[in-house]
């Protein structure tokens, strides 16, 4: 197996099917529209015809005389009673018609140029670029030929009309061409131009005065060198445009005609195709097992799309027939041509722009071939490049927070559907037997079992009882999922290794999966109604890998930057914030109560007796005993101010977002990293019960009121805004009075522009500030803002000071009308207020132009979020594509299905992100890693001397190496 190589493919060719291949592969002739007789027996060379395969099971093929199953079933063909295009090769149809002769057929490029594609061509292919860059060059080069350099007959632009018809487009002389020359003589006094008589004409055109006034009367049509001196003399055009249909029959004609060295200058094989083969005279019919009809309960047939469509295209082609045969004008025939067109099209497309697509007797639009091929749920996407898979349960998810970020709540109903399987040895027969005996309704109990001989037998409320005591070592029992059992757990899109992950089953009652909500941020869920996948794992070494690289606590750390992912967020961080910002006391029922849901048992010593003698914990103290023993850890923290912790004490500081918090919270990182992953799931979910407690215990709300300001303070925002208009006034006046200076590098223009930026945005700011003067710290915005809970100050400024520029492009808003943005404004308006300024808030409201200024700006962010999504996820699929084989080895290499190596080393240097430490911020503290690793090195302190005295005997490198650590410079994370 190991050696086992896939098949190569040497080459795969594309190419166009001959109308003669299509009657050769076809089981039978389809000529009537009819599909079963009143017996409900299928109906000869009709759509059901028993030669096209079978699927009722029982029947013989009357093909191969294979029974269905084993029958592919064969095809049919429809004889078309004219051709039609197909819609797949329009825009190749039309680049045909526009680069050959329309006498001829040959292409319109001299010997010369042929040469020269032709070269191109075949150096395309030697390079593996793409051909349909030459081709296009070569038909935009053919098409600039007025003539066929050939046969010299004049060519005419080719018009196409989506999605099927073509015009041959001419320039004529107009009918009315004498009244345009007689009002063009007439002159036009307003605009200065002098009337022209007949003789100066015939001076101009030098056409005798004779033929003149013979075409000024109409009696003459003049040459096409007369028409031009006329046009030229007099400025003006004498044609009209006159367009002539290509009837596919035309155009079938005119490509059959194309010589076979021509089209290998378009880097068509002829021997493969030939372009007339793209005008279909013949339409194969699938096989019914490829649209299979369906018997409802009531007995009745429900057909499938594509056998609806072919019925509508039989029905006009028999239609089509008896007219032409009956003599019917050719409006008719034109009429159901179009149609027959029309249905073979939708047929192959039903989602082509400028088509109304063909419907269902509901209503809904048919899906025809190619919706069966195309976009997520089509074939590649949604049958070959991935599956429904069994073992799997979906639904949607809710929080909560009593569960440790390992587990996952399994609805009830999922885990007596989902089953693990049982090898029943004699240690485990009684479980199993209990488990058999419970039957498959009650919860934990079985669905199936397999006896040593290999039969599966179904678990009932009947037999399980009888079943139970049949059990023994060497079945096997596929038992319900219970408390403990590992499953994997997925949220799409699955972008890193963290949306997967492993989680213990927790069975719990209703119909929801509950997480922690710690586990957000790696999944990026929330609960606004995401769904999420479950798959329970099905042998010992699939649920043993899970366990040990995939469960939850294993991905604290991110591979994409080091640190912890996993972490407090939103109320955990506003309530941690509570809880040691201003270090508050608790009475022992308090401190009991913020511990409660922790592995503490036992108060610590109190942290003081308060006024009236009674015992009181601190914040401080109570967050301490969630921290290891000897932790010592000394940061800046989120507030500002510096956060130390000295052996697992927490001395000063306030625990927020950047200590406890999702992405690289320090303490979490540092538990992770010091006192592994256990360690670290143990105190993240301390943490996070802790914090729900204390926020609980402060109550914590957020109300419009907390948003408003007093009136002066309204008053000078105002007044602010006042100001930066004033001087937005003045930089414009100097503008424009050609005064003002342009910064270096730019224009005078992009000057005022930065200026006006410039102004405006401290504008905002001091409203914002202003506004911040007026929120106690107490405030609960404020409070989210500094802790990092969520919001920011940015947005509390928005609120209550000023909601300020809106930007299109990172520029002020510069579209719309003519010279200005808005149809309210004067032209050339380049104040504040024209160009997007909001100088509202959000609490006082805003104006309308100013909402429709808002809605500019936050419509670019909606549209870059869409365009970015779709972008990487094809990205995405395309990576998936080209590395899904590649695998890495027990020895390290990273290798393809054919044991090529494609790396030497995973990754290059075999380094993983998570077991490195950097970042500018974040020195190593190199000290503090020896002394622990002497620590654990040594028992007694003596030994541990012994060993740091023993000195290494100077060589020539290290000889300096004392005073180099001298100056300080010691090994950093950067080196
Ligand atoms: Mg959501
Ligand atoms: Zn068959
Ligand atoms: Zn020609």
Redesign the pocket.
């Known amino acids: 197996m190991q050696n086992s190589t896939p098949k190569d493919i040497g080459s795969i060719n594309f190419g166009l099917m001959e109308p003669e291949e299509y009657r050769e592969m076809s089981a039978t002739k389809i000529i009537t529209a009819d599909t079963y007789d009143d017996d409900g027996f299928p109906i000869d060379m009709g759509l059901m015809d028993p030669r096209l ?2 699927i009722d099971p029982g029947l013989e ?6 029974h269905s199953g084993s ?4 095809f049919g063909h429809i004889e078309l009673a004219a051709p039609v295009i197909h819609v797949g090769f329009t825009k190749l149809i039309r680049r045909l018609l526009r680069g050959t002769c329309r006498e001829c057929s040959r292409l319109l490029l001299t010997e010369d140029e042929r040469e020269e594609f032709y070269d191109k061509i075949d150096e395309s292919r030697k390079l593996g670029r793409d051909l349909n860059d030459v081709t296009k060059a070569a038909i935009r080069q053919a098409r600039k030929k007025d003539r066929c350099p050939f046969c010299s007959e004049v060519q005419y632009d080719i018009d196409h009309e989506k999605p099927t018809t073509y015009y041959e487009v001419q320039q004529v002389l107009a009918s009315e061409y004498s009244q345009r020359i007689a009002g063009a003589m007439q002159g036009d006094e307003e605009a200065g131009v002098e009337r022209t008589t007949p003789d100066e004409l015939a001076e101009k055109t030098e056409i005798d005065i004779g033929r003149i006034n013979e075409i000024l009367s109409g009696s003459f049509r003049p040459r096409e060198s007369q028409r031009k001196a006329i046009e030229k003399a007099l400025d003006i055009d004498l044609t009209e445009e006159d367009t002539n249909k290509l009837m596919p029959s035309d155009i079938r004609d005119w490509f059959e005609a194309i010589p076979d060295e021509d089209m290998e200058v378009l880097g068509i094989n002829p021997e493969r195709s030939r372009p007339e083969w793209m005008i279909l005279t013949v339409l194969p019919v699938p096989p019914v097992t490829a649209r299979p009809s369906i018997t409802l309960d009531n007995g009745q047939r429900s057909e499938d799309d594509l056998t609806h469509k072919l019925v509508d295209i039989i029905r006009i082609n028999q239609r089509f027939m008896e007219n032409r045969e009956a003599g019917a004008p050719q409006l008719i025939i034109e009429d159901l041509w179009e149609l027959l067109q029309y249905h073979v099209t939708t047929f192959m497309d039903n989602e082509i722009s400028g088509t109304p697509p063909a419907r269902h007797r509901s209503g809904r639009p048919l899906k025809t071939l190619s919706q069966r091929l195309k976009g997520k749920e089509g074939r590649f996407r949604g049958s070959l490049s991935g599956k429904r898979v069994n073992f799997s349960a979906r639904t949607v998810i809710s929080p909560d927070p009593t569960l440790s970020l390992n587990e996952v709540g399994v609805p009830d109903r999922v885990a007596s559907e989902m089953t693990q399987t049982m090898n029943v040895t004699e240690r485990n027969v009684d479980e199993a037997r209990r488990y058999v005996s419970n039957g498959p309704e009650a919860h934990p109990g079985a669905n199936y079992v397999r006896r040593p001989d290999g039969r599966r037998l179904k678990v009932t409320e009947k037999n399980c009882e009888q079943l139970a005591e049949k059990v023994d070592a060497g079945w096997e029992v596929n038992r319900h999922l219970v408390d403990g059992d590992i499953v994997i757990f997925n949220r799409q899109p699955s972008l890193h290794r963290m949306s997967i992950m492993a989680h213990e089953v927790v069975v719990m009652p209703y119909k929801t999966f509950r997480l922690n909500t710690v586990v957000c941020p790696p999944y990026n869920a929330d609960f606004d109604g995401d769904e999420m996948n479950m798959h329970a794992l099905q042998n010992e070494e699939a649920r043993a890998e899970a366990r040990v690289l995939m469960r939850v606590q294993e991905q604290i750390l991110s591979p994409r930057f080091g640190e912890n992912i996993i972490g407090a967020i939103q109320d955990h961080i506003s309530g941690m914030y509570l809880l040691t910002h201003d270090n508050p006391r608790f009475n022992e029922t308090q401190a009991l109560d913020l511990l409660r849901a922790t592995r503490i048992d036992e108060l610590p010593e109190p942290s003081g007796i308060d006024d009236e003698g009674e015992p009181f914990w601190t914040g401080y103290d109570v967050f301490s005993e969630l921290l290891p023993d000897d932790l010592n850890l000394e940061f800046t923290g989120t507030v500002g101010d510096d956060v130390v912790i000295e052996d697992g004490q927490l001395l000063e500081g306030t625990i927020a977002e950047d200590e406890v918090g999702e992405f690289g919270g320090e303490i979490v990182d540092t538990i992770t990293k010091v006192y592994g992953n256990t360690r670290a799931r143990i105190f993240v979910n301390e943490v996070s019960t802790l914090a729900m407690r204390a926020i609980m215990h402060f109550g914590f709300s957020i109300g419009i009121d907390d948003e408003t300001i007093p009136e002066e303070a309204q008053a000078r925002i105002d007044e602010t805004i006042e100001d930066a208009n004033d001087r937005v006034e003045e930089l414009i006046e100097a503008y424009e009075r050609g005064e003002l200076e342009s910064l270096p590098g730019r224009t005078i223009d992009e000057t005022l522009e930065m200026k006006i930026m410039q102004t405006l945005s401290r504008a905002r700011d001091n409203a914002g500030n202003i506004a911040d003067e007026h929120f106690d710290n107490d405030n609960p915005a404020v409070v989210m803002a500094e802790s990092g809970a969520r919001g920011s100050m940015l947005n509390l400024t928005q609120m209550a000071g000023a909601v300020g520029q809106q930007a299109v492009r990172g520029e002020r808003i510069n579209r719309g009308y003519e010279d200005r943005t808005l149809s309210h404004y004067k032209p050339n308006d380049l104040s504040a207020e024209a160009h997007g300024f909001v100088e509202n808030s959000y609490t006082s409201g805003l104006t309308p132009r100013e909402f429709f200024f808002h809605a500019m700006g936050g419509r670019e962010g909606l549209v870059d979020t869409a365009v970015r999504t779709s972008k990487s996820g094809y990205l995405q699929r395309r990576l998936i594509n080209a590395l899904s084989e590649l695998e890495a080895q027990y020895d390290g290499t990273v290798r393809d299905t054919s044991d090529t190596i494609v790396q030497f080393e995973f990754g290059e240097d075999g380094t993983s992100p998570v077991k490195v430490s950097s970042g500018d911020e974040n020195d190593i503290d190199v000290e503090q890693i020896a002394d622990r690793v002497l620590d654990s090195e040594f028992e007694s302190e003596a030994e541990r001397q012994e060993f740091l005295g023993i000195k290494a005997e100077p060589t020539n490198l290290s000889e300096y190496a004392d005073d180099r650590l001298a100056e300080g410079t010691e090994v950093t994370s950067d080196d």
């Open positions: 395969g079978v093929c009357k093909t191969c005389g294979k029958c592919n079933g064969h």
